[in-house]
């Protein structure tokens, strides 16, 4: 798990969150996950 947030903050910009609110930050991490989900799914159907 910790590596997966490691490779977000390297490839996605986790470690840029500057939102204040915590609904606000936890909804970015969140969609962050998700493209990070959506882009694994599409490489093991693609390649």
């Given at each position: 798990m910790a590596g997966k947030f490691g490779h977000g903050k390297r490839s996605?910009?986790?470690g840029l969150v500057r939102e204040k609110?915590?609904?606000t930050s936890g909804c970015t991490v969140?969609?962050?996950l998700l493209?990070?989900?959506?882009e694994k799914l599409?490489?093991?159907l693609l390649f």
């Open positions: 996605f910009g986790l609110l915590a609904e969140a969609m962050n493209v990070m989900n959506l599409l490489e093991l």
